[in-house]
């Protein structure tokens, strides 16, 4: 059975420090690996990654993957009380690449 | 602007009674997605449409109905039958192209069954 999981469930850390969300997944025919950021509503996009070793970067926020181990990290430095949220690692599966399985999230909370 | 609009964003049910979501994209994608958030739980796939007349259920379609009559639209009935309906529901588009950012989300439908 396919299955994307993501720890630690929960965190809360103090602006400016570092976080490191992890996603570990076992997923059939694999493709790729999404990261989304959701605030209350909508997730947003944050990285796809497909391909191992290669660090994508965002500003404070970069990620990379590991085919090998089957995980993926999600990095975030010098964070602000704005990146307080949840953190969804996904990825596709089935037939159609938008059919998506989703972790159950990192709820991250900054403290000023 | 282009995007996906869902409505009610919140909606009050008494147990028993069959409501109905809406979801209209005019981003001009074939596929078309419903997704069901739990508290402190990810996404779970109900239905999905890769084009018009045509959907398949996902992992967790029993108690919901979908239809797909036109590109714009795929409406979801959480019927009687679904045991825990009260739940966050997210509607959801892409491109067959699918490539991580062109998947769109709408701002949610928040359902409550009392």
């Known amino acids: 059975e396919d299955k994307v999981v993501q720890s630690p469930l929960s965190l809360v850390v103090h602006e400016g420090d570092t976080v490191t969300l992890n996603c570990s997944y076992e997923?059939?025919?694999?493709?790729?690996l999404l990261w989304y950021k959701q605030e209350k509503k909508a997730p947003t996009f944050l990285f796809m990654l497909?391909?191992?070793?290669i660090e994508k970067k965002s500003g404070r926020l970069s990620s990379i993957l590991d085919k090998k181990e089957l995980f993926s990290i999600l990095n975030i430095t010098a964070t602000q009380t704005g990146d307080s949220a949840i953190y969804l690692c996904a990825a596709p599966y089935g037939g159609s690449q938008g059919n998506l399985i989703f972790g159950k999230g990192t709820k991250l909370s900054v403290k000023p | 602007d282009g995007g996906i609009t869902q409505s009610p964003k919140y909606l009050f049910r008494k147990e028993g009674q069959n409501v109905t979501l809406s979801c209209e994209q005019n981003l001009n994608h074939d596929a078309m997605y419903w997704y069901r958030q739990d508290p402190g739980q990810g996404l779970r796939l109900i239905y999905y449409?890769?084009?018009?007349?045509?959907?398949q259920k996902g992992d967790i379609a029993e108690g919901y109905s979908v239809s797909r009559e036109k590109k714009e639209s795929f409406p979801l009935t959480v019927t009687s039958a679904q045991k825990n309906p009260t739940a966050f529901y997210l509607c959801?588009?892409?491109?067959?192209?699918?490539?991580?950012?062109?998947?769109?989300f709408g701002e949610g439908s928040w359902l409550t069954v009392v």
């Open positions: 959801a588009s892409s491109t067959h192209d699918f490539s991580g950012n062109t998947i769109y």
């Open positions: 997923v059939t025919n694999f493709r790729s």
């Open positions: 497909t391909s191992s070793g």
């Open positions: 449409s890769q084009i018009v007349n045509d959907f």
